[in-house]
């Protein structure tokens, strides 16, 4: 795992990938008191970053792996990428989903051709069904967020967004399993000038923050977080990664997150979900800490389930 792998890694995947538009706002940049630049992975294929790990790992398989097909488990976001990665690369898809994943979701998976097991909504759950679809179809599981082929995968909208702005202090992205924050610290670290990262995590599922501090993987008895993205924990592979190289992690509240969102919607006019508006107001939550200094923000995906939005 070095400057080689990543850049090896970049290059493997482009064809199948988009190199995602950076927007700016100068009343953004007024509020927070600092030069924000949003990478926006709600414009990637599928509406998410993880179409970069899921492409990676599956790419990264033997021809007979291949041929047996590929199993994960996932509330909504990584099951599409990898349904639609699967079908691109002309692999069999066969994904676990939890019974309260947004609807949205569920029915962009079956559009991409993947094959849905529900299971209850736990940790365990998942895993258990996966495992039987390993067991029954000889499919190569991969996971969501502690796959090393899938953190390299993701290292690279960091990548990109240090080619387009190489004098960041700050890249700021949200922590859910870890697989985007630990890419995004392994990009930075290699590619980066003097730049920090920075997470940001809801305060109702902060196992990443108690993690850091206390030096090993911690859970969240509950995680009743509008961010339904990042309900899901850190791993063995990328703990260690973001132990090293992610500087802190700053806690927001549900309605900082709502806030966050809607400024963005409203603001530069995109669709982002929950999840992702996590990093813009992690900036808004600590403004002194980035006052003044250039701060990237990786906007993680746009799949909002717009039937839960109230538009009057």
Avoid at 84 to 113: D, Q, S
Avoid at 251 to 264: H, N, Q, S, T, W
Avoid at 279 to 298: E, H, P, R, T
């Amino acid at each position: 795992m070095d400057k080689h792998s990543l850049l090896e890694t970049q290059s493997r995947i482009l064809p199948y990938v988009h190199n995602t538009p950076i927007l700016t706002s100068h009343l953004l940049d007024d509020l927070a008191g600092a030069k924000l630049f949003f990478k926006c992975e709600n414009f990637q294929k599928m509406g998410a970053f993880k179409m970069r790990g899921a492409v990676n790992a599956i790419m990264q398989l033997t021809k007979a792996q291949q041929e047996r097909g590929v199993v994960t488990h996932s509330s909504g976001n990584f099951a599409q990428a990898l349904s639609l990665a699967a079908r691109n690369l002309g692999v069999t898809a066969y994904i676990v989903m939890p019974t309260n994943a947004p609807k949205v979701k569920k029915e962009a998976v079956l559009g991409y051709g993947g094959i849905i097991t529900d299971c209850e909504p736990n940790i365990q759950a998942r895993e258990q069904a996966a495992t039987q679809i390993v067991e029954k179809k000889g499919a190569t599981f991969i996971h969501p967020s502690n796959d090393l082929n899938v953190i390299l995968g993701n290292a690279t909208s960091a990548m990109e967004l240090l080619e387009a702005q190489p004098d960041l202090d700050f890249v700021v992205s949200p922590v859910g399993g870890g697989g985007l924050i630990a890419g995004t610290a392994l990009a930075t670290h290699y590619f980066g000038q003097k730049c920090v990262v920075i997470g940001g995590e809801p305060l109702v599922a902060d196992d990443a923050y108690r993690s850091l501090k206390t030096g090993k993987i911690e859970s969240n008895d509950s995680a009743h977080t509008i961010a339904d993205g990042l309900r899901t924990q850190l791993g063995d592979i990328n703990f260690p990664i973001i132990q090293k190289y992610v500087d802190h992690i700053i806690r927001v509240e549900e309605d900082e997150i709502l806030r966050a969102m809607k400024l963005l919607w409203e603001r530069l006019k995109i669709v982002v979900e929950p999840s992702s508006a996590v990093a813009f107001g992690a900036v808004l939550k600590d403004k002194s800490y980035f006052k003044d200094k250039s701060v990237g923000i990786i906007l993680s995906g746009g799949n909002v389930d717009l039937d839960t939005i109230k538009f009057s």
